[in-house]
Structures are given as structure tokens and as C-alpha cells.
């Protein structure tokens, strides 16, 4: 609202306006109210005047609306800042009070306003400010008229600087900032409560009972709160609610279990979908739109004009949990200054192993010790909990975990609500049992603390409301947060937000728990994978577009269009101008259906304001860009085509970058970029140092004892095992179709070697893995295996788990071998995009593609390189064709800036490794 | 103030008889009246909510020892370190409990540094020695919460009102609406300059500051605001307002409608839209913005007058539910309706009255001649045409009869039988019923007992 803007305004520039001075008080905006009377006595001067007109000053001023201005004469307003600041009012200082019938200069004296001229000449300027009040023609000794100018001051400064125009312009500007996300989630509601709500599933476990599906569950299915109905062996199906859904996005948990084996062990299961997170980020947007609190002022522009807002000053402090300030570390203290002296928005970019826990730690103690209330988000349980097991137990600390017990992981579970309230309700039990036990009857306190008792034992609630209600650390998943019924009205509750892997949180995801919070400090990485998008729900908005105007696509046309959408968004990075341009015409070519004379419109930039321009000038029949020519009969069509263009950008926009991305042009005082890494052995970290962060990733000096060399064959940090030498027959990869554009990749050599590469390290871990942590305990040796494709990933996950593995788990398990040192030897199979986050000792990676027309597909992508290459702490085993990932000139040598041709050349490449790349079997 | 534009006078009668079907108006009064958007920047609330049972263990705690510190909850009722100090903390914040080291200069404050600490033997849980830095005591909030079992939250909350400013009227909160246009920005109007805001809403915080029964009385707005949880104390101090007009506001219609009685009329008030009205208490204050010569017995006479019908006789409205007119032809037919029995309508009066105010008087239509009453008769019988097909002299026997209580018992001449059938042949539709009369007439009652006995 209006108000609140102006009160923002005057606070950001310095001129908190007081609101309320003795009788004077702001009301209407631009009125100011008067308690009382304003009593006026008359100079002999306005005596006389008044005389003349045959008027009292009573019926002058009591009489219609009364306008009123404070100046000083013959000077300009610049010479009331004076007064503003040192509270001296200057010489020949006067207020002028425009009534219907004349206007009156009144000045300041000891028990009245003094009435020193009347006149009936029209002012040349109607003041500003409406005066509310009642004159009476009397002195009052208690009067002071000092309040009154000051206020009246201090607004004509104001609207000096402010002018209502410009503010209510930036009110407009907000909620246009806001329409298209608001579309979107709105688009997105539609879908979902529209979208078939059956899918095939397969019981996963019956306690509680989880179910898979064919790949990952769609949207839909993992809301958090959807309703979903189970076939059973007895006829009528059994209703549970979605309570979360895995890291791999394939395995729904729900919130109860089986134990009289009822459930049909695979079946169609049907939804309810739950629009309440949707409804959640509408609620969101309305309350940032309306203005409804100062600080989402504040959200709005910084998310529309990040640039704009004013550099902030570092605040210094003694720190808590980082180690002493040396180079290694400078840039973590900086984030932390920074953070402390921000007052609404900054950011944190971390690149992988850089320390952005330790930053966030560190920053939670302080703002805990000056009694901050603090929202830790993040869209991964991971990195929740990667902050809870560290300062979870600190001094100070209360933490609370929201979410299920079966994401969280085990080191942390005493924090989730139920288990916390739990252990201290049978702590308190014990302590007040005894301390209770032959107290005094008719002690007060003993009386107390009986009640106490009483209430832990009866009422289970009362001490996880205990924690709620106190808890100086609350953490949560974005949409998590605005679930609970505690946090469920829109108030910024909590003085920080701390948004952990904000590049993986849309806008609308951030809104949600940002409208829960005074200042928000977001910590990601950019350079690393955006969120994910549901490329279903974006082909049915797809669809919407097109029928909204005009044309029935038809749904394959939709998917194509969403797809290339995000390939085309997610090269953006890609340093090639050659990739990136050819993504640009896939893309024009799909939506303009391959029409060559419409294709020629991808000259012009994908930039919003172009299409809507191009459709604009196509409309009113004025001429296309310079050098564009288009057949008079397809003018309607390509305009068509060009408004659709603007709003599938603008979709891109709106639904795909990360928070992290969209605030990347906050000014420079407000980001901080972390650079020592200390996650990975230096030769691992070279790729993403040269051609991702701009050469400023140096390695901590910690970090050169990483690498294993001791693994026979493997002893490189980085490895390349290239397959090109390898018969086609065994190489290529499948489904091996015309164009090689089957979609669901996997390869077999691959597969094969990468077994002999996870038997070889569990050989290795068995014999001399003997790490220990900080405190001396033995740790457990971690192998990642990954793929760039699902399917491969799944072959990967059935062969080696069948091979190596014990234990439950779908995509986590451990060998059956244990390390040296007597820990498990753990085996996590994934693909990159599900990925990020993690970090293990050795990561084998499998490339999948391989082809005779070299097509790399999305292995070719910065940010997914980026993410795929840096979760290795040891070593890092690329499995993949040469021939098909990289390029090489025509004297053979690998292309510079190419970034797979890079990779190889920063790995120890190996063409004859192993049994399966020499013909035997494994 | 709103013109009275097109108003559909019949539909806003019918709903004021839904609105209250205790009785049936015979004049009513409408007008569009301006709907503002008051957007208030902050609005007090007090929300009553039971007192968790660990923040009454810890004000009992407070009241048993006279004061505390975070020890004393750690050591009676075992709370950590962390959370007796969060804990007090926040019930200081909520204001049931008072800091005494805060530097507080009010009389609460001073008064509570004559607080002594109370002589317990209860065991403790764990051994501290007391408190020094921070001693908290009891408010009378916090004492008042403990007494009740509840606590009282204040919560200021942003709200954005629907009022009328002349009359000052409540009429709900806005809300966005469920789907809003979505391919265009949405838009919300500038806030109006002040000297175009009416003056109730320059100075509502006049009326914030009442007590809500008083408010409620003067304007509708109560302690209770629909959707929003909570009790309405009023405006935040020094907190501000903006207006806007709230041009899509259907709820914009004031209605007086006046209900014979002996002495002349009784009125009440509804307000709402068209097609649903409510029924407003606040009469005496709607009917101050209203002309008087609206809401004077004469005006009913004066209105039937302008209808430019001829009275049926000099009735006064007293006890009488519809004001009779003569009336001829067609224009008898439409009045009467056109279902199948005879009905009061409302006559709108031509123009509208000082203020946009259109009024429609109750109506109820007698035939100025016999041809009339014949046509009228005819017009009714024709609408029951599957009974005509049984029985035509029975039908047309019970509808005259019908007729003529409805008239008041006005006398006029039966039509003959053979202009009836006439009447009826020349209406295409009609011809089978006149060849069923006829059968009966000719060739069936002759030969049965009916014809016998005819």
C-alpha cells in the first residue's frame, strides 16, 4: 500500500518521518490528524484584514478542507533540512493554511498559533498536506505549536524527494513484476487439478508404506498432503496422504503403514491433488503485491531491480564456529559481514566444497547470540541437515526440524518435532517425578510444578508446542514452512531467512517462507543446476498458450516446445555461441513448425521485449527489422507465432532460474563469493576452476593429501577410461535408432566396465581405507556412481547392487565388504541431476552417450558438468566414448574451449583398462 | 454519489420479500450508493487463544516466587538453559511478563520493583544460584492470563475494508477474487487524493477509537471481521489509511422499503445487491442520508399519482398490502402477471428522486371496464389448458371467481359462453379445447346423466 511505500522511501533515504508527534499524527495518507484543538490568536494585522472581509478566523478555518504548508520566506525548502535534523526552528518561519474562502499565515508563539495574515488571493500552489483539525480563536498556555511544524517539515521534505506520482508508478511496477509468476502458478494449479490422477505403482515398503512408479513420480504426486487411494486385497481401496517424496523423485513415502498386509502389491493408484503449496505462493503474492508489511516492500524491488538497491556496509564480529581469518578463509568472513550488515537482502555464492555450511553455521550462531529469530530453508533435506549435524547441539541453539523422519538423516532425527518433543517430554517426566515426589502439598511452587508434570504427561502436545514456540532455529523445506498451522498466517515471524541451495528454489518457491521473514540472506551456486522443471505441467501451459491464441496444438507439438524450452534455457552458460545459437533454432524451428519463412525470425534475439515488439509492428502493419523479409500471407501467422514466442519466454523466465540467478544483479557490497575449496584433490577441481568460475576457485592447501593413489590402474585424481578404441558394435549406445534420438539412453560397455571399476575400489577400500574424521573416528568409504541418463542409472543400480550390495534402500546401499578400518564401504547410485548436494570419495561417472554422429546430447551442458565433476573428494572415474564426447581439429589434438575436449585434457586418460574394454568378460 | 442508473426496482422488491417474508412491502426505495476500499496500514486485533501448558507452568512459577529469573525455570520446571531464557524472553515480548532490568520508566515497571522474591520449599531439579541479571514479574496481562487459562495475543494485521462513507456502512472484506483476470497485470486503482475522500473516511479513526458495540452501532463494523481471526480493537496508533473506490463492488444497494400499517408506514432498511439484500438495523441512522419527503405517508399518493393510472377508489395504504389502479387491455394483463393466478406487481415511478433515488410502488390491477375484465378472464383460462381439456365450465367458473376476489369483490357482468368459445377458436392453440367442449356438449352430456340432468 501507498503508506507503506512512503514510509519505505522516507526510511531508505533517511527521513523516518515520526508518525505521531504529541497532537499531531499521520492518518489518511497525505492528512495529517490533530487530537484536540489548534487554538489561533490574531495579530492586529489579521484583525484588520478579517474586519475587511467581514469573516471570523473561526469560520475561515473551521469551514470546508484546510491544506496547509510549512516555508520559510523569501528562501526555498531546502532551508527546513535545518530544522529537520537540529529541531531550531529558523527566522520568519510560517505555516500557510489554504481554506475555501482565503488563505492564513499563521507563525509559531508561545500559546497559540499566531495569526499574522489573511488574504483572499489564490495561492499559486495548493500545499500538499490536508490539515484535519478544529481552529478555536483562543490561547492556550499548554500549547506548543513546535510538533506541528516539524511534521508539516518533515513531509514537505518528503514529498520533496518522493513524489506521490513516482511512488504509485512503483507500486504499478511491483505488481506487473509480479503478474507473470502469479500467471504461472495459476497455469501450474490448473494443470494439476485437471491432470489424470492415476498412475501404476509398485509397493516399495509397507511401513510406511512407500510406493514406486515407472521413473520418477510426476508433480502431481508428490505434494506434500495429496491424497492418494491404494487398491486392497479386500475390495475397497485404503486412502493415504503424500507425506514426501525421495531425493531421486522416485519413491512416494505416505503417512501410514501397512501391518495387516492388505495393500495390493502393484496396481493404479488414484490422487486428490492438493493446490494448498499453490494456493500457499498465490496467498504470497498478494501479500508482496498489497505491500501488506514493510519488508515485502523491500522483497518486491529487490527481485525486480536488484541492481537498485543501496550498497550495504559490512558488519565485523568474533567468530563462533569459523577458523582463524587467513586467506584460505577471508572470503567466508566477508560473507558473514556481509550478511550481518545486511538489513534486507544479500547473497552467499558458493561454489562446490567452498564452505557455504560453515558460512551458514557461523552466521546462525551469530544471529542467535544477538537473540535473532532464524528460518533455515532449503529445497534439499540434505542440506538441512548438513547444517543441523553440525551447530544443531551448539550452545544457544534450539533447533527444530520440520519434515518426516525418513528424510532426515539419522544424525540429526532428534531434532525433527516429534522425536525432540518426545526425548524432553521424557526427560522433564523423570526430573519432575522426583523433584515433586514428597514435596510439600501447600508449596506454591511444588503446586506448580505438579501441574507441569501433569500437562507433559497427559498432553503429549504441550511440550512439542514448547519447542515450537521457543525455538531459535527453525528448519524446514520451503513449502514445509507455510503447512504448519503455526506459521500458516502471512507475517514475517522470523527476523532472518537463510535460504540454503537457493539456485535449486524458483521465485514462487522462494516467496512462500521469504513472506515468514524481515531479511533474507540466499547462499547457492548459479554455475550449478537450476530448479527442476516438470516438463509435463510445462507442455500443458505450452498447450494453454497456443489454444489462447488461436490453433489446437497437438500434445507431441507441446512437448517438443516445452522441451526445447529447457534445453534452450538450460545452455544459457554454455561458453560456446555456437551451442547456444543452435539451441535458439531448435527452438524457433519447433514453435514455428518447421515453416522455413518463419524460421527466419530467429534473427531476432531471444529477448521478451523483441517478440512482443515484432508481434506489435506485425499487428499494426508496420515493417519488420532491417534485412527480415516475410511473404505478405504469412504475416498473420508469424504475428501469431510471435506473441506466442513472448509468452513462452516469458515462461522461461518465470519458471525456470533459480532465486539465486534472479538476484545475481544485487549490488557488489551485497554478494560475496567464496573461492577456497576444500572439498576435492586440486586436479579435480582444475575443470570447473578454468571453466566455470573464472579461474578464481584456487584449492585450499588442505586439500593436497587427497587422491588415493595407492588404487592399482586408478591412480590419478581424475581418470578418463575412453571407450573409443572399442568396437562400435560394443560401444554404441541404446536404443540405437535412426537418428539417435532415442531419449532413454543406457550402454552396456559402460555398464561393464563400471562394475569392474566399483569391484576394484571395494577391493581397495577393503584393504587400505583407514580415514578418520576430525575427532579420530574411523569413516566410511563412499562410492557415488552416476550417469547423465536414468536409465543407464538404473541398469547401473540393479547390476551393482546385485553384485556388491546388502542392505535395503533403492538407490543407497552398502557393501557387503567392509572398509579397513572397519566402516562400511557405501554405494550411491544416482543420476547428475539429482545429484548436486552430495559428495563422496570416489565418484564414477558414466557418459552414456555414444554414437556415429557424435551427438553429446545434454552431457554438454556447463552447469551439469559443473555439478557432475565436483562431487568427488578422492578421485573421479569418467567412464564415456571420446569419439563422441569430445572434438578434436584436424591434427588431432582436442579443441580448445570445448568443454568435454577440456575435461580430457585434464584427465589421465585410459583407452585400455580393464577386462571389458580388452574383449573379456568381467 | 451514485446516479440510480438502471435499476431493476421489481427484482430488488422481490429480494427485500426474501430478505424478510415476515411481511410484504408496499413501497420501496432504492439507491446505488459509492463502495470504498479502505486500506488500513494496520488494524489491532486481539486474538484469545488458551494458554499452553508451558507458558502457564512459567507465569504460575513467576506468581508463586513473586519474581524469577531463567535459573528458576531451569531449576523447578527443568527447563534448559536455552529455552528458560528464549522462554522469558518471549513472554516478556508478549507482554505477560515484565523485564525489570529493561530500564522501564512506567508505573507498571516502578510498581513492579516492589515485588519480593517469595520463600519456597519446593526441590529443585537442578542447583543454580538465583538470578541477578534478569528478573522478570508478573503484568497484569500475564497475571489476567494465568486467572483465565488464556492468553491474549495483540496482533496488528493490514486489512482492506469495504465501507460506505454516506452512510457510513460496513460491508465486508475484500478479498482478491478467486480467479482473477490473468493475462493482464491486475491492476489496482490510485488511491484517491484526499479532498476526494469522503469525510466519515478522512476521520475514521473516530470510529476505530469507539468501543465496538458503538462502532458496530454506527456503522455496522463489529468486533468480528469475516475471515479474519480475532477481535477488532481498533486502528494501530500512528498508523495510516488509504481510500480507493471500490467501483466493482456489488454490494452498493441501500433500500428503504415501507410496510403498511394503521398509522400510515413503517420502515426498514436492507442493504446488499439486487439479488440478495440484507436487512440492516440501523435505521435511524440510514434514514438520516435519505430526503424526508421520501419517507413521508404522502409520498405513497403522490407516487400513484405519477404512475399515470387512474385509482380505483380512494384507498389509503393503510393495512393494505398493494395500492389498487384501473387499469386496461394489455397493460391490465402485464400487471396482473404471468402466471395462472392473478399477482401484485411493482410499478417503478417515473425518474428518480433527489439523492439517485428510484422508488417502486406495490400495485394491484382492476379492470377499468367489463371488456376488460372478460379479456383478463380469457388470458387466464388460456393457461390452464390441460384442465380446459377435462372440464371447460368448471374452469372458467373457478378463474372468474378467482378474478373477482382478487378485485375485491368488484362486480362484473359474466361473459357468455358462445363469446368464450369464440374467443377460444381464434386462438390457434386453443381449437382442441373448443372441439372438446363441443364433443362434451353435443355428443357425450346428452346421453350420460350430466345431460339428462342438464
Redesign the interface.
Given at each position: 500500500?501507498?503508506?507503506?511505500r512512503i514510509a519505505l522511501y522516507a526510511e531508505s533515504h533517511g527521513l523516518p518521518a515520526p508518525?505521531?508527534l504529541e497532537y499531531v499524527?499521520?492518518?489518511?495518507?497525505?492528512?495529517l490528524?490533530v487530537s484536540g484543538v489548534l487554538p489561533v490568536a490574531l495579530t492586529g494585522r489579521a484583525r484588520t484584514e478579517l474586519e475587511e472581509l467581514g469573516l471570523s478566523i473561526e469560520d475561515i478555518l473551521n469551514e470546508g478542507?484546510i491544506w496547509a504548508r510549512v516555508e520559510v520566506r523569501n528562501q526555498g525548502p531546502e532551508s527546513l533540512d535545518g530544522f529537520i535534523r537540529e529541531g531550531v526552528l529558523p527566522e520568519e518561519c510560517s505555516i500557510v493554511l489554504v481554506a475555501q474562502r482565503a488563505m492564513v499565515r499563521v507563525v509559531p508563539w508561545e500559546d497559540a498559533l499566531g495569526v499574522v495574515q489573511v488574504s483572499t488571493e489564490p495561492p499559486r500552489h495548493r500545499p500538499a498536506t490536508?490539515l484535519?483539525a478544529r481552529f478555536v480563536e483562543e490561547e492556550e498556555p499548554s500549547f506548543d505549536p513546535l510538533p506541528l511544524f516539524q511534521v508539516l517539515a518533515n513531509r514537505e521534505r518528503l514529498s520533496r524527494i518522493a513524489s506521490r506520482k513516482k511512488l504509485?508508478q512503483e507500486?504499478?511496477e511491483d505488481?506487473?513484476f509480479l503478474?507473470p509468476y502469479?500467471?504461472y502458478v495459476?497455469?501450474a494449479k490448473e494443470y494439476l487439478i485437471e491432470s489424470t490422477p492415476t498412475a501404476p505403482y509398485q509397493l516399495a515398503s509397507r511401513d510406511p508404506v512407500s510406493v514406486t512408479t515407472q521413473g520418477p513420480w510426476r508433480r502431481e504426486f508428490t505434494i506434500p498432503e495429496t491424497l492418494v487411494k491404494i487398491p486392497t486385497e479386500i475390495g475397497f481401496p485404503r486412502t493415504f496422504k503424500v507425506e514426501e517424496v525421495n531425493e531421486e523423485g522416485d519413491v512416494l513415502i505416505l503417512d501410514d503403514s501397512d501391518p495387516d498386509l492388505l495393500l495390493k502389491f502393484e496396481g493404479e493408484l488414484e490422487i486428490k491433488p492438493n493446490t494448498g503449496p499453490f494456493d500457499r505462493m498465490l496467498e504470497a503474492m498478494?501479500a508482496l503485491?498489497?505491500g501488506?508489511?514493510l519488508p515485502y516492500l523491500t522483497l518486491v524491488q529487490a527481485l525486480r531491480a536488484p541492481e537498485r538497491l543501496a550498497p550495504l556496509e559490512p558488519v565485523l564480529f568474533q567468530p563462533l564456529w569459523l577458523r582463524p581469518r587467513n586467506q584460505e578463509s577471508e572470503r567466508q568472513y566477508q560473507a558473514v559481514e556481509t550478511a550481518l550488515g545486511c538489513q534486507d537482502i544479500c547473497l552467499v555464492h558458493g561454489p562446490p566444497g567452498t564452505g557455504k555450511t560453515t558460512v551458514i553455521c557461523e552466521l546462525i550462531l551469530q544471529l542467535l547470540a544477538n537473540?535473532q529469530r532464524v528460518l533455515l530453508v532449503a529445497p534439499t533435506h540434505v542440506a538441512l541437515d548438513n547444517v543441523l549435524m553440525r551447530i544443531g547441539d551448539a550452545?544457544?541453539?534450539?533447533a527444530i526440524r520440520l519434515g518426516r523422519s525418513a528424510r532426515a538423516d539419522e544424525r540429526v532425527q532428534k531434532h525433527l518435532l516429534p522425536k525432540a518433543a518426545g526425548t524432553l517430554g521424557e526427560?522433564?517426566r523423570g526430573?519432575?517425578d522426583?523433584?515433586?515426589a514428597?514435596?510439600?502439598e501447600d508449596?506454591?511452587?511444588?503446586?506448580?510444578?505438579r501441574?507441569?508434570l501433569a500437562?507433559?504427561n497427559t498432553?503429549p502436545e504441550?511440550?512439542g508446542?514448547?519447542?515450537l514456540?521457543?525455538a531459535?532455529l527453525l528448519c524446514a523445506t520451503p513449502i514445509g514452512i507455510a503447512m504448519r498451522r503455526e506459521f500458516r498466517d502471512l507475517e514475517p515471524l522470523f527476523d532472518v531467512m537463510i535460504m540454503d541451495e537457493a539456485s535449486k528454489a524458483t521465485v514462487a518457491d522462494f516467496l512462500v517462507p521469504a513472506t515468514r521473514a524481515k531479511r533474507w540472506i540466499l547462499v547457492g551456486d548459479h554455475r550449478q543446476l537450476a530448479p527442476y522443471a516438470d516438463m509435463e505441467e510445462l507442455a500443458a501451459i505450452v498447450q494453454r498458450a497456443k489454444y489462447?491464441l488461436g490453433g489446437k496444438p497437438s500434445e507431441e507439438w507441446c512437448q517438443d516446445v516445452a522441451a526445447e524450452l529447457r534445453k534452450h534455457f538450460d545452455q544459457r552458460m554454455h561458453p560456446s555461441e555456437e551451442v547456444r545459437r543452435q539451441r535458439w533454432h531448435e527452438l524457433v524451428e519447433t514453435v514455428m513448425e518447421e515453416d522455413a519463412d518463419l524460421v527466419r525470425l530467429e534473427a531476432i534475439p531471444p529477448e521478451e521485449g523483441r517478440w512482443h515488439q515484432l508481434w506489435q509492428d506485425l499487428k499494426a502493419g508496420r515493417p519488420l527489422p532491417e534485412g527480415m523479409t516475410l511473404p505478405e500471407e504469412k504475416r498473420a501467422e508469424a504475428g501469431r507465432r510471435a506473441q506466442l514466442m513472448h509468452e513462452l519466454l516469458e515462461l522461461q523466465r518465470v519458471s525456470m532460474p533459480g532465486i539465486f540467478e534472479r538476484l545475481l544483479a544485487l549490488p557488489e557490497s551485497r554478494k560475496v563469493r567464496l573461492n577456497y575449496q576444500q572439498r576435492m584433490a586440486p586436479a579435480l577441481a582444475e575443470f570447473s576452476k578454468c571453466h566455470v568460475y573464472d579461474k578464481d576457485y584456487p584449492s585450499a592447501s588442505g586439500t593436497q593429501r587427497f587422491g588415493l593413489g595407492d588404487i592399482h590402474e586408478l591412480e590419478a585424481p581424475s581418470i578418463w577410461i575412453d571407450t573409443q578404441l572399442a568396437p562400435t558394435q560394443l560401444r554404441y549406445e541404446s536404443p540405437r535408432d535412426q537418428n539417435w534420438t532415442g531419449g532413454h539412453y543406457y550402454n552396456e560397455l559402460e555398464l561393464r566396465i563400471a562394475l569392474e571399476v566399483v569391484e576394484r575400489c571395494i577391493d581397495w577400500g577393503a584393504r587400505s581405507w583407514r580415514e578418520v574424521d576430525a575427532k579420530g573416528q574411523p569413516l566410511p568409504l563412499e562410492l557415488g556412481i552416476i550417469s547423465f541418463y536414468g536409465e543407464q542409472a538404473e541398469r547401473l543400480r540393479k547390476e551393482i547392487f546385485r553384485r556388491f550390495a546388502e542392505s535395503e534402500g533403492r538407490w543407497r546401499r552398502v557393501a557387503r565388504r567392509r572398509a579397513a578400518n572397519g566402516q562400511t564401504i557405501d554405494l550411491h547410485v544416482s543420476v547428475v541431476d539429482r545429484f548436486q548436494g552430495q559428495e563422496k570419495d570416489i565418484v564414477i561417472l558414466s557418459g552414456t552417450r555414444s554414437n556415429p554422429i557424435r551427438n553429446r546430447g545434454h552431457v554438454n551442458n556447463l552447469n551439469r558438468l559443473n555439478v557432475a565433476v565436483t562431487r568427488a573428494r578422492h578421485k573421479r572415474i569418467l567412464i564415456g566414448d571420446g569419439a563422441t564426447l569430445t572434438r578434436r581439429d584436424k591434427n588431432g589434438e582436442l579443441v580448445a574451449g570445448d568443454l568435454l575436449s577440456e575435461l580430457m585434457r585434464l584427465s589421465d586418460v585410459k583407452v585400455r583398462w580393464g577386462k571389458a574394454l580388452r574383449g573379456e568378460t568381467t | 454519489m451514485s446516479g440510480a442508473g438502471k435499476m431493476d426496482l421489481p427484482r430488488i422488491a422481490r429480494s427485500v420479500e426474501e430478505a424478510d417474508p415476515s411481511a410484504i412491502p408496499v413501497l420501496v426505495h432504492a439507491r446505488r450508493v459509492d463502495a470504498f476500499e479502505v486500506?488500513f496500514?494496520a488494524l489491532s486485533f486481539v486474538v484469545e487463544e488458551p494458554l499452553?501448558?508451558?507458558?502457564?507452568?512459567v507465569l504460575?512459577?513467576t506468581?508463586?516466587?513473586g519474581r524469577l529469573g531463567p535459573h528458576d525455570v531451569r531449576c523447578?520446571?527443568?527447563?534448559?538453559h536455552?529455552?528458560s531464557e528464549?522462554?522469558l524472553?518471549?513472554l516478556s515480548r508478549e507482554g505477560l511478563l515484565l523485564d525489570q532490568s529493561a530500564g522501564d520508566e512506567d508505573a507498571e515497571a516502578v510498581e513492579a520493583e516492589a515485588v519480593e522474591r517469595?520463600p519456597?520449599?519446593?526441590?529443585?531439579?537442578e542447583r543454580l544460584p538465583p538470578d541477578v541479571a534478569h528478573t522478570y514479574v508478573l503484568t497484569d496481562m500475564g497475571r489476567e492470563a494465568l486467572a483465565r487459562d488464556a492468553r491474549r495475543m495483540f496482533r496488528l494485521r493490514?486489512c482492506?475494508l469495504i465501507l460506505w462513507a454516506e452512510p457510513l456502512h460496513f460491508i465486508g472484506v475484500a478479498r482478491?477474487p478467486a480467479?482473477?483476470k490473468?493475462?493482464?497485470?491486475?491492476?489496482?486503482s490510485?488511491?484517491l487524493?484526499?479532498?476526494l475522500?469522503p469525510k466519515s473516511?478522512?476521520?475514521?479513526?473516530d470510529l476505530m477509537a469507539l468501543n465496538a458495540s458503538e462502532r458496530e452501532q454506527l456503522s455496522g463494523l463489529g468486533e468480528k471481521l469475516p475471515g479474519v481471526e480475532g477481535r477488532l480493537l481498533g486502528c494501530a496508533?500512528?498508523?495510516?489509511?488509504?481510500?480507493r473506490v471500490a467501483d466493482k463492488e456489488p454490494n452498493s444497494l441501500l433500500v428503504f422499503a415501507g410496510y403498511p400499517v394503521p398509522e400510515g408506514l413503517e420502515w426498514r432498511v436492507f442493504v446488499g445487491s439486487p439479488w440478495s439484500l440484507s436487512a440492516c438495523p440501523r435505521w435511524l441512522l440510514m434514514a438520516s442520508h435519505a430526503p424526508e419527503e421520501l419517507l413521508a405517508p404522502e409520498f405513497v399518493d403522490e407516487a400513484v399519482d405519477g404512475l399515470g393510472l387512474e385509482r380505483a377508489w380512494d384507498v389509503k395504504v393503510g393495512g393494505q398490502e398493494a395500492v389498487p389502479v384501473l387499469a386496461e387491455g394489455a397493460e391490465l394483463l402485464r400487471m396482473l402477471g404471468d402466471t395462472d393466478r392473478p399477482m401484485d406487481s411493482w410499478a417503478p415511478l417515473q425518474g428518480t428522486r433527489g439523492g439517485g433515488w428510484a422508488s417502486a410502488v406495490r400495485v394491484r390491477a382492476l379492470p377499468g371496464s367489463p371488456a376488460s375484465a372478460h379479456r383478463a378472464l380469457l388470458e387466464f383460462v388460456c393457461r390452464r389448458e390441460v384442465a380446459l381439456l377435462h372440464d371447460l365450465e368448471a374452469v372458467v367458473g373457478a378463474t372468474w371467481e378467482k378474478l373477482g376476489r382478487y378485485w375485491g369483490g368488484r362486480d362484473f357482468p359474466t361473459p357468455s359462453r358462445e363469446w368464450l368459445l369464440l374467443e377460444l377458436w381464434s386462438r390457434q392453440a386453443m381449437r382442441g379445447v373448443v372441439c372438446q367442449a363441443r364433443l362434451r356438449h353435443d355428443l357425450v352430456d346428452p346421453y350420460t346423466g350430466t345431460g339428462e340432468a342438464a
Open positions: 500500500m501507498l503508506a507503506n508518525r505521531s499524527r499521520l492518518g489518511l495518507v497525505d492528512c490528524r478542507d490536508l484535519v504509485e507500486d504499478r505488481r506487473h503478474a502469479r500467471r495459476e497455469d498478494e503485491a498489497s501488506t508489511h537473540n550452545p544457544g541453539v534450539v526427560k522433564l526430573e519432575l522426583q523433584a515433586v514428597g514435596a510439600p508449596d506454591a511452587v511444588a503446586r506448580v510444578q501441574e507441569w500437562s507433559v498432553n504441550a511440550t508446542s514448547l519447542l514456540l521457543n531459535n489462447r | 486500506d496500514q499452553p501448558a508451558v507458558d502457564r507452568a504460575g512459577l506468581l508463586a516466587l523447578y520446571l527443568g527447563l534448559g536455552v529455552v528464549l522462554m524472553l518471549r517469595l519456597t520449599s519446593a526441590r529443585t531439579i493490514s482492506r482478491e480467479r482473477m490473468k493475462r493482464s497485470a491486475p491492476a489496482r490510485k488511491p487524493s484526499p479532498e475522500v473516511l478522512v476521520s475514521i479513526d496508533p500512528d498508523s495510516q489509511w488509504e481510500v
